[in-house]
T-cell receptor
């Protein structure tokens, strides 16, 4: 059974910092790894999807990497802004989610 | 208009009542999903459907049932609600376009259900 873990559960940083969110999974036989953003009272919005054959994906200030052999993915956010405050979740093979990291970016 | 809608957005009910949560989508996707989210536990898959005739149990289907009325509609029922079914429920859709590796899910806004 695939287990997905996200550490830390919460993170608070000052505006402008670069930061890394972590996602680990126990079964390396995944077909993709997806990162989502969840704002309070709203659904999840897909940020980046890394296919199993890929090592990373980039969108604007976001960069996600995937290392299947070690069972890890990271989401790098450059030059963080208060508007980045949200909960970030990763999902392995579409339907196995981590519990998320709640990010607060302070002005 | 939102591509994936859920009704109701909030519901308070009592133990033992039958509840139906509805999901509609205008994305034209064949695949639809129901999840529940509990604090500190992330999302857990309840049921999923790859087309109107294909419905499958997820990891936590006990106490729930579903109906896929059409490609665009997927309903979740709690036959006899209990307090530990209090949670945030999400519907999602996806369209793999032939490859599971590119299968991206699109989520509705969620239904907050409270069972007293």
């Amino acid at each position: 059974k695939q287990e997905v873990t996200q550490i830390p559960a919460a993170l608070s940083v000052p505006e402008g910092e670069n930061l890394v969110l972590n996602c680990s999974f126990t079964d390396s036989a995944i077909y993709n790894l997806q990162w989502f953003r969840q704002d309070p009272g709203k659904g999840l919005t897909s940020l980046l999807l890394i296919q199993s054959s890929q090592r990373e994906q980039t969108s604007g200030r976001l960069n996600a990497s995937l290392d299947k052999s070690s069972g890890r993915s990271t989401l790098y956010i450059a030059a963080s802004q208060p508007g980045d405050s949200a909960t970030y979740l990763c999902a392995a093979s579409g339907t196995r989610f981590g519990a998320g990291t709640r990010l607060t970016v302070k002005p | 208009d939102a591509d994936v809608t859920q009704t109701p957005r909030n519901r308070i009910t009592k133990t033992g009542k039958r509840i139906m949560l509805e999901c509609s989508q205008t994305k034209g996707h064949d695949r639809m999903y129901w999840y529940r989210q509990d604090p500190g536990l992330g999302l857990r898959l309840i049921y999923y459907s790859f087309d109107v005739k294909d419905i499958n149990k997820g990891e936590i289907s006990d106490g729930y049932s579903v109906s896929r009325q059409a490609q665009a509609k997927f309903s979740l029922s709690l036959e006899s609600a209990i307090p530990n079914q209090t949670a945030l429920y999400f519907c999602a859709t996806s369209d793999p376009r032939g490859s599971p590796s590119t299968d991206t899910q699109y989520f509705g806004p969620g239904t907050r259900l409270t069972v007293l």
